[in-house]
């Protein structure tokens, strides 16, 4: 088995606990680190592809650099909405924030 | 065979401190769980040759954690995020959700027939140096929307979050 087959390996694994995570918890803290951990089996994959599909082409690099802000606007913002709901319920529970439930 | 190696261990690191995040009795062990296990990818970036990237990865996540850290801290309905709970929710559901997709991302990385390149990656300095390069030349308007995006979003939280009179 490559070291490119293990890497997916290892970021599929990582972006199905993510996934769990992201679907399971009612804590808006705990949401977002599923986020993160899919974000991060992500960025694995983009890695491991640059390294051992194409090593001469840095855009591969330049995606990390893309994902690595977007993980860092989506804790930001994250803890925006975080700091907001608990201001006005004194919360952060996902179960309790069913206003725009249609 | 050594990559291969470190590969696998901090793979496996990265993977039991993800579960741990889920699993663990409170929130600010989550918080630590997921610190390791970012560390730990880091560490495959670096394992994967990837110099630059890992670095930034261990840099970026250590910070980010101390940050998720303190917010924990501060909305948790136990001062200390210490005490055990329960939080969660639909979690058949989740399980069967995330297990299908992680199958699939598998078979798709086991069966992909994936073309391996041959050449070299090169050395650290240089790596950088085409990253830089990339950055600046190729990839500059990706790399300035990115930086314009980051601005917007300080703004927008900084809105968000801000006391509003009631």
């Known amino acids: 088995m ?31 680190m599923g986020v993160e951990l899919m974000l991060a089996g992500a960025m694995l994959n983009v890695v491991a592809f640059w390294r051992y ?15 690595m802000t977007v993980m860092a606007l989506e804790m ?15 919360s952060v529970e996902m179960e309790e924030a069913v206003e725009l439930r249609g | 065979m050594i990559q291969v190696l470190f590969v696998v261990l901090f793979g496996a690191v990265a993977i039991w401190f993800a579960y741990k995040v ?3 009795a409170s929130m600010m062990r989550s918080a630590l769980a997921l610190l390791f296990s970012m560390t730990a990818v880091g560490a495959m970036f670096l394992a994967l040759q990837a110099e630059f990237l890992g670095v930034l990865q261990i840099m970026m996540m250590a910070s980010e954690m101390v940050v998720m850290a303190l917010f924990m801290i501060m909305y948790m309905m136990n001062p200390g995020g210490l005490a055990a709970m329960e939080m969660t929710h639909q979690k058949r559901l989740s399980i069967a959700v995330a297990v299908v997709a992680g199958l699939l991302a598998v078979g798709a990385a086991l069966f992909g027939g994936w073309p391996l390149a041959t050449e070299a990656v090169a050395a650290p300095a240089g790596q950088t140096r085409e990253l830089g390069l990339e950055i600046m030349e190729r990839s500059m308007l990706v790399f300035e929307t990115a930086g314009v995006t980051i601005l917007v979003a300080m703004i927008a939280t900084t809105a968000l ?4 009179p009631a």
């Open chain 1, 76 to 90: 930001a913002v994250g803890f925006g909405v975080a700091t907001a709901r608990f201001r006005s319920r004194g």
């Open chain 1, 2 to 32: 490559s070291v490119l087959v293990v890497s997916l390996i290892v970021a599929a694994v990582l972006f199905a606990i993510g996934l769990y995570g992201a679907l399971s918890q009612t804590n808006l803290v705990m949401i977002m």
């Open chain 2, 22 to 24: 889920f699993t663990t």
């Open chain 1, 53 to 67: 599909l194409h090593p001469e082409a840095y855009s591969g690099q330049m995606f990390v650099l893309v994902l």
């Open chain 2, 161 to 164: 979050a801000i006391r509003r």
